[in-house]
């Protein structure tokens, strides 16, 4: 697919996925919700490419839904046709980075408003610009947070302060953002790409198996009792010790150098 309104890019292992209209503070269409899809899916099939991060050009990181798009999010609908809308222009983002079994970064340059918001909140790790600005703003419009703020937000930052941001529309700082636990740090407008990178080629040397295997059991544990959750643990870590990965490990620690991982 070529694409127009998203830039992506890959080297050393490590995805660029940069949401590209800036004059619409990368406001989410269906064609930029298409093309983040499919960079996703390429992600998912490249087998060298291990961690995947998403940032904003311009001043915004996503503000969410494009309400000034005619046969977007302002157009009258009923309620089914509403609900089916969401699911295929919102919804699926959420679920398809959650789904990939590499590490998603939110590098957050700029304004994340309502399912902008919601879909930094679904990467695994957010690292957040000094300039960055964070509001779940449904509520202010007369809308459901229907991209996940319901269930992102609580897991995120407690229940007491999602409930405030959800219900009040108000807006925080990036300093706010990283006291409440939203991010998990703050940096120099000019140096977040880079910090994100660096971060992004730490985690593309670990281990693939062990870290999709480890993903996966993070969500999963979100919703699972304990028993459950071991289970699935003793599953999991039968494949790493059997794994070519777990015998290159011992052995790097033995001749104290840095491993080579191959995922198998």
């Not at 957010?126 to 991209?147: C, H, K, N």
């Not at 407690?158 to 941001?165: F, N, S």
């Not at 529309?169 to 910090?195: F, K, N, Q, S, Y």
């Not at 544990?221 to 494949?239: K, M, V």
Request: contains cysteine; charged residues 25%; proline residues 3%.
């Amino acid at each position: 697919m070529e694409y127009e309104t998203i830039r992506f890019e890959t080297e050393g292992g490590v995805a660029l996925l940069t949401l590209d209209r800036p004059e619409r503070l990368n406001a989410m269409n269906r064609q930029l919700s298409d093309e983040v899809i499919d960079a996703i899916d390429c992600v998912r099939r490249d087998a060298e490419t291990r961690v995947l991060v998403l940032t904003g050009a311009g001043r915004a990181f996503c503000a969410g839904g494009d309400v000034r798009t005619g046969d977007e999010v302002g157009v009258r609908r009923t309620a089914i046709e509403a609900r089916d809308w969401l699911r295929e222009m919102g919804q699926r983002l959420p679920l398809a980075l959650q789904a990939l079994e590499r590490p998603v970064i939110a590098a957050i340059n700029g304004v994340a408003a309502g399912g902008g918001l919601d879909l930094a909140c679904a990467c695994d790790i957010r690292i957040a610009s000094e300039t960055a600005t964070f509001t779940s703003v449904f509520a202010r419009i007369g809308l459901f947070p229907g991209t996940g703020g319901c269930w992102f937000l609580p897991r995120i930052v407690g229940l007491e302060k999602a409930c405030e941001m959800i219900w009040t529309g108000d807006g925080i700082d990036a300093a706010e953002a990283l006291r409440i636990g939203l991010v998990g740090r703050v940096v120099p407008a000019d140096m977040l790409l880079d910090t994100a990178r660096e971060l992004a080629r730490r985690l593309a040397r670990a281990a693939p198996m062990a870290v999709r295997l480890s993903k996966n059991a993070i969500y999963r544990g979100l919703t699972q009792d304990l028993p459950t959750a071991l289970e699935w643990a003793a599953t999991a870590e039968s494949i790493t010790l059997t794994s070519d990965d777990h015998q290159e490990g011992i052995l790097a620690n033995r001749e104290r150098r840095l491993p080579h991982f191959t995922g198998r």
